[in-house]
């Protein structure tokens, strides 16, 4: 069996759980609330966060050598993401595990710290 070292266990650990709050988030709490937590943007941004998340995961588990270049973009659309509920309001755990999912793929991904 693989072993993943302790840096990718924590990066797939962190997008599989922003994948999960961000899921549930949309298609519970924004569906229920409406209003601005279901303008199309905002919600095709959460369900992208989620599968880019979800799939991040995947492609580290499968040791995958696209996996680098997936958290590239799991990056950007987490910061999205965060900054979008972070404006709407009432999110702020799905704010916290995009920033977590962020940061873990930033280092996984050696992107330079943003600015």
């Known amino acids: 069996m693989h072993h993943t070292s302790q840096d990718t266990q924590k990066c ?14 949309a298609t519970n709490l924004c569906l229920e609330t409406g209003g601005k937590h279901v303008e199309p943007q905002h919600l095709r941004l959460m369900l992208a966060c989620a599968e880019v998340c979800r ?17 590239a973009e799991c990056v950007d659309i ?9 404006a709407i309001g009432g999110m702020q755990p799905c704010v916290d595990a995009c920033r977590k999912c962020a940061e873990s793929c930033r ?8 600015a």
């Open 107 to 114: 280092k996984l991904a050696a992107l330079p710290v943003a």
């Open 55 to 71: 799939t991040c995961a995947h492609l580290m588990l499968m040791n995958s050598d696209h996996a680098k270049h997936v958290c």
């Open 78 to 86: 987490c910061e999205a993401c965060a900054k979008s509920c972070e």
């Open 12 to 25: 797939i650990d962190e997008c599989l759980k922003c994948y999960q709050v961000c899921l549930g988030t």
